[in-house]
């Protein structure tokens, strides 16, 4: 892929915008911070954008800085600091847990169906699968702790179900690892098989 070329099929739709945060709908696809294949990310996105939308020589666009991540992958509502005090303060409640952050997946069908309306969770150290990097395993050795709370929503007629869920901790792939475990849900996320 080319830089500056949006490889994914929607557009970022900025949500809302004051002068400490900016709130961005990021696509599928479209990596949260600039990666290694050239792909243009929502940050770099955010940058250009900014600077072609309000040319003002005393705004830094530089400064916008990303507090949270989601997969390249996930699509979903992302918050970036336009001040160095935003982005502390904003920091500070995704490290004390005061942000709770929701995730809506549809699981792969089984044979089994989960009821509607229950909730569960799921607490299954992960570690860096380094034999398929960037991956990540449940490794009871040396995982770090993950805790993942859910609530199933509903089966769908293909027998697939769509779930909320809650991530406690932020651990790369966790949602996925935690879903498709067999100590876990033992459903993958529909399209990451």
């Known amino acids: 892929p080319q830089k500056g070329r949006i490889n994914c099929m929607k557009s970022p739709v900025i949500i ?20 290694l294949d050239g792909r243009i990310s929502l940050l770099e996105w955010l940058q250009s954008h900014l600077s072609e939308a309000r040319p003002v020589p005393h705004e830094n666009k530089e400064n916008i800085q990303p507090v949270h991540r989601l997969d390249m992958d996930t699509s979903g509502v992302m918050v970036y600091a336009k001040t160095e005090a935003a982005a502390l303060h904003l920091r500070k409640q995704f490290e004390e847990h005061t942000i709770r952050k929701t995730y809506i997946a549809r699981l792969d069908t089984k044979h089994d169906q989960p009821i509607e309306g229950q909730t569960g969770t799921i607490q299954l150290p992960l570690s860096p699968d380094y034999d398929e990097r960037p991956r990540q395993k449940v490794d009871f050795k040396q995982g770090k702790p993950a805790h993942t709370d859910y609530k199933i929503l509903q089966t769908n007629p293909d027998g697939t179900t769509d779930i909320q869920l809650y991530p406690i901790t932020g651990r790369t792939h966790q949602l996925r690892v935690h879903c498709a475990h067999t100590l876990g849900l033992g459903r993958p996320i529909l399209g990451d098989l």
Do not use: L, R
């Open 16 to 35: 809302f915008e004051d002068k400490d945060i900016i709130i961005v709908e990021k696509p599928s696809g479209m990596p949260s911070v600039p990666g």
